[in-house]
């Protein structure tokens, strides 16, 4: 082989060949102009990766091709090719196909003088796949789709490069206070995730063949770019996962079990991640088309992934997608209310106060659809904790946990079960009668007046025994003081001698 390809060079430097039909014919596609030029190197860019190559082996090969393109061949061989509308239709679909190669090719987008003219050429390609895909009336063949796939691979897979920034210290604000760090090659990434959300809402895409080109290897990668930075590309992502879930029925047993795979990392190891929102929200649409009754995988997920999310400090960026799942789960089986909420008590935060908030409005969520045999099995642990927030430092914490009373459902469930609640609950109530913000002063007489009015037998009991575990604690008190005075004393004396 290796002579051969030296006879080749050398007979390239010769100056000629001597068959004069061989001669014409590369003159003839020298006088083709740059489209050729251009058809045939995408072509290899595209043909040759897929022949034989894995598909890691695959994506560097494109990256290889790619950055020859982002040097001086670009300009001289990237050219726009005709529109949709100045070819007959016979033509279109192969004009089609050569426009999602001519796509294939990446631009370096960190110098943005470099090669405008080929980045505009592509991203008004782009333009006309979208149109064209969405006024498709005919079944796209195999072809078709194997080349879409293999174009939404080279541009949209890729590491991330992550975003120096400046040390949160010397700015005085917190890293999540920041503004969220946008890809400068967002104009052609937005075209092409509009072109793959177009291409798998399409009713032409036929699911049971392009399931073979968006596979296991696509999907793993798609759900390792929800860790982008840029809020509108995991916007998209997000609407193509759900796209992607619905139309291949195939993929989602191993959808669920990669993101319960990427969950279980973030929870339990990095507590980093920038798409556990977006996951969530698609999760909530997958947990509402839950069958009833609930199989015993999705009960799984609930205890094993969805509480344990409550654990890490970044609950804030995900909470309301958290809550609204875990809302679904108590409103498809009312019997789950008890994991669900004894599962936010083992979380419940010791010492940071908004995440307490957080806790305490999905805890009020969670008990509106309780219904009263869940209620009481685990009602005592629950006004334990409710008792701690109601005596809690920060005046925002108690005014929240006084809040509940507001609901209706949620105060007349506390009625139903008053003897066992209200001793657990008044001695917090009775100490915020003299609390110094006014809203939770206010708000602790109003709940101390309902359970007065409701029963004042029950009431003066557990007023008379506060009392009495108020001057027990007093005498406690002072018989330690008294022994700390004696304490000084005999030390004084012993220095003293």
Same mark, same amino acid.
């Given at each position: 082989?290796?002579?051969?390809?030296?006879?080749?060079?050398?007979?390239?430097?010769?100056?000629?060949?001597?068959?004069?039909?061989?001669?014409?014919?590369?003159?003839?596609?020298?006088?083709?102009? %740059?489209?050729?030029?251009?058809?045939?190197?995408?072509?290899?860019?595209?043909?040759?990766?897929?022949?034989?190559?894995?598909?890691?082996?695959?994506?560097?090969?494109?990256?290889?091709?790619?950055?020859?393109?982002?040097?001086?061949?670009?300009?001289?061989?990237?050219?726009?090719?005709?529109?949709?509308?100045?070819?007959?239709?016979? +033509?279109?679909?192969?004009?089609?196909?050569?426009?999602?190669?001519?796509?294939?090719?990446?631009?370096?987008?960190?110098?943005?003088?470099?090669?405008?003219?080929?980045?505009?050429?592509? &991203?008004?390609?782009?333009?006309?796949?979208?149109?064209?895909?969405?006024?498709?009336?005919?079944?796209?063949?195999?072809?078709?789709?194997?080349?879409?796939?293999?174009?939404?691979?080279?541009?949209?897979?890729?590491?991330?490069?992550?975003?120096? &920034?400046?040390?949160?210290?010397?700015?005085? #604000?917190?890293?999540?206070?920041?503004?969220?760090?946008?890809?400068?090659?967002?104009?052609?990434?937005?075209?092409?995730?509009?072109? #793959? #959300?177009?291409?798998?809402?399409?009713?032409?895409?036929?699911?049971?063949?392009?399931? &073979?080109?968006?596979?296991?290897?696509?999907?793993?990668? @798609?759900?390792? #770019?929800?860790?982008?930075?840029?809020? &509108?590309?995991?916007?998209?992502?997000?609407?193509?996962?759900?796209?992607?879930?619905?139309?291949?029925?195939?993929?989602?047993?191993?959808?669920?079990?990669?993101?319960?795979?990427?969950?279980?990392?973030?929870?339990?190891?990095?507590?980093?991640?920038?798409?556990?929102?977006?996951?969530?929200?698609? @999760?909530?649409?997958?947990?509402?088309?839950?069958?009833?009754?609930?199989?015993?995988?999705?009960?799984?997920?609930?205890?094993?992934? @969805?509480?344990?999310?409550?654990?890490?400090?970044?609950?804030?960026?995900?909470?309301?997608?958290?809550?609204? /799942?875990?809302?679904?789960?108590?409103?498809?089986? /009312?019997?789950?209310?008890?994991?669900?909420?004894?599962?936010?008590?083992?979380? =419940?935060?010791?010492?940071?106060?908004?995440?307490?908030?957080?806790?305490?409005?999905?805890?009020?969520?969670?008990?509106?659809?309780?219904?009263?045999?869940?209620?009481?099995? /685990?009602?005592?642990?629950?006004?334990?904790?409710?008792?701690?927030?109601?005596?809690?430092?920060?005046?925002?914490?108690?005014?929240?946990?006084?809040?509940?009373?507001?609901?209706?459902?949620?105060?007349?469930?506390?009625?139903?079960?008053?003897?066992?609640?209200?001793?657990?609950?008044?001695?917090?109530?009775?100490?915020? %009668?003299?609390?110094?913000?006014?809203?939770?002063?206010?708000?602790?007489?109003?709940?101390?007046?309902?359970?007065?009015?409701?029963?004042?037998?029950?009431?003066? %009991?557990?007023?008379?025994?506060?009392?009495?575990?108020?001057?027990?604690?007093?005498?406690?008190?002072?018989?330690? +003081?008294?022994? =700390?005075?004696?304490?000084?004393?005999?030390?004084?004396?012993?220095?003293?001698?």
């Amino acid at each position: 082989m290796l002579k051969q390809i030296l006879g080749k060079i050398k007979h390239s430097k010769s100056g000629g060949d001597p068959n004069p039909s061989s001669s014409s014919l590369a003159t003839s596609k020298r006088n083709d102009g %740059a489209h050729s030029r251009f058809t045939s190197v995408v072509d290899d860019v595209i043909s040759a990766p897929y022949s034989g190559l894995s598909i890691d082996s695959e994506d560097k090969y494109l990256r290889e091709k790619n950055s020859m393109w982002n040097g001086n061949i670009v300009s001289a061989s990237y050219e726009a090719l005709p529109s949709f509308k100045d070819v007959p239709i016979s +033509e279109k679909q192969h004009l089609f196909i050569k426009k999602v190669k001519m796509c294939c090719v990446v631009f370096d987008f960190t110098d943005p003088t470099k090669n405008f003219k080929e980045k505009d050429i592509k &991203r008004q390609t782009l333009l006309e796949l979208v149109e064209y895909i969405t006024s498709a009336n005919g079944k796209f063949p195999e072809n078709v789709m194997q080349e879409v796939v293999k174009m939404v691979s080279a541009n949209i897979f890729r590491e991330f490069i992550p975003q120096p &920034r400046e040390n949160k210290l010397i700015n005085g #604000l917190d890293l999540e206070d920041e503004e969220p760090a946008m890809d400068p090659t967002w104009p052609h990434l937005q075209a092409v995730y509009e072109f #793959l #959300l177009r291409f798998v809402a399409s009713p032409e895409t036929d699911a049971k063949i392009a399931k &073979r080109y968006i596979d296991h290897s696509f999907i793993l990668k @798609l759900l390792a #770019l929800f860790d982008s930075e840029d809020p &509108r590309e995991r916007e998209y992502l997000k609407t193509i996962l759900h796209r992607i879930y619905g139309k291949f029925m195939v993929h989602r047993p191993f959808i669920r079990k990669t993101i319960n795979n990427i969950f279980h990392q973030f929870i339990f190891e990095t507590e980093k991640h920038n798409g556990i929102a977006e996951f969530l929200e698609v @999760l909530g649409s997958i947990i509402n088309g839950y069958a009833l009754p609930l199989k015993e995988e999705h009960k799984l997920f609930l205890v094993r992934i @969805l509480i344990p999310l409550h654990k890490p400090k970044c609950l804030a960026t995900y909470h309301q997608q958290l809550s609204y /799942c875990i809302t679904q789960y108590v409103e498809k089986d /009312c019997k789950l209310a008890d994991i669900i909420i004894r599962g936010l008590i083992k979380y =419940w935060p010791v010492t940071n106060s908004s995440k307490e908030v957080l806790f305490l409005n999905e805890l009020e969520e969670v008990l509106e659809a309780t219904q009263g045999p869940e209620f009481q099995r /685990c009602m005592v642990p629950l006004f334990q904790q409710i008792s701690r927030s109601l005596n809690s430092m920060h005046f925002q914490v108690a005014e929240r946990a006084l809040f509940l009373w507001n609901n209706e459902h949620i105060e007349n469930l506390i009625k139903q079960n008053r003897k066992v609640i209200l001793p657990i609950i008044f001695p917090a109530i009775e100490r915020n %009668a003299k609390h110094w913000n006014q809203a939770v002063h206010s708000l602790s007489l109003n709940v101390r007046k309902i359970f007065y009015d409701l029963d004042p037998d029950l009431f003066k %009991a557990c007023q008379l025994k506060f009392q009495e575990d108020e001057a027990k604690e007093n005498e406690i008190k002072q018989r330690r +003081e008294t022994i =700390w005075k004696r304490l000084e004393e005999l030390a004084a004396k012993t220095s003293n001698n």
